[in-house]
């Protein structure tokens, strides 16, 4: 599956993998009321680029990842904060303690669970009045534009599933799928999204090393992707100067689980 295979990369998904802006990370600490008293329950925390923060307000967590790779980076990274509990296990398949939590967390991972399960388990592992938190996040237009239209050629030679033409779309244009779930759902009020972009440049090698992060880069075959990621880094260095700047967009969802 392809969720998994951030598993086989996890010192490299932890080095690699852009952290959150402060601004949102304190926009969600504010809006769940995060503190020493909160519950928390994680999903998919990765290598804890999320949970690190979210730890330093003293709260309880306890943080449900897939890969036994990806789990252990995240203690080690977590090993000062002993109230930060790691597991190794399948969300849709873990099974719920009986206390709730005060609110469940979720960054750049909730479109791999199961949409029939995961608001409906989501609601479950919360009290009532409880949080659910979304961070989503998107490559938008923006950066170095450029780059990115010509990267399209080399994905078209290398990858025979990349639509042809593909570009790029504004921010403004971007509708998460995970937000209109929750739009529709009668388990949680009406949230109201809160967006960040953020700019990051990479050298070559930076790059290079973001995109062997990405599940749809690391499914092609060896050929195909040494291939891909070659043409890219000649392309940086050669047309770029060495470095491209990307523009992430992060969507902040929080809403509160409605009475029982």
Not at 83 to 89: E, I, L, Q, T, Y
Not at 110 to 133: E, M, N, Q, S, Y
Not at 164 to 171: H, I, N, V
Not at 188 to 193: A, D, N, Q, S
């Amino acid at each position: 599956m392809l969720r998994e295979t951030f598993n086989e990369v996890a010192e490299l998904y932890d080095r690699a993998r852009p952290r959150y802006p402060a601004s949102l990370v304190e926009e969600l600490t504010r809006a769940t009321d995060l503190g020493p008293d909160s519950r928390v329950l994680e999903i998919g925390p990765g290598t804890g680029q999320l949970t690190l923060p979210l730890a330093e307000s003293g709260c309880r967590i306890t943080a449900v990842e897939l890969g036994d790779a990806m789990a252990q980076v995240a203690r080690r990274r977590l090993r000062g904060f002993p109230r930060v509990d790691v597991r190794v296990a399948d969300f849709e398949r873990w099974e719920l303690p009986d206390e709730p939590f005060d609110l469940v967390v979720c960054a750049t991972a909730f479109h791999w669970i199961d949409p029939a399960v995961r608001l409906v388990k989501t609601a479950r592992a919360l009290r009532p009045g409880g949080h659910l938190a979304l961070i989503l996040t998107e490559h938008v237009a923006g950066g170095t534009e450029d780059f990115f239209r010509l990267a399209q050629e080399c994905y078209e030679r290398w990858d025979p599933a990349t639509p042809p033409g593909l570009r790029l779309q504004p921010a403004s244009e971007i509708v998460f799928a995970e937000t209109s779930q929750l739009n529709g759902s009668d388990l949680f009020e009406t949230p109201v999204p809160v967006r960040v972009t953020q700019d990051i440049t990479y050298t070559a090698d930076q790059y290079i090393d973001v995109l062997l992060t990405y599940s749809g880069h690391r499914a092609l075959d060896a050929k195909a992707r040494q291939g891909l990621l070659t043409s890219l880094r000649q392309l940086i260095d050669t047309r770029f100067g060495g470095t491209v700047t990307k523009r992430y967009l992060h969507e902040l969802v929080v809403a509160a689980r409605t009475p029982e």
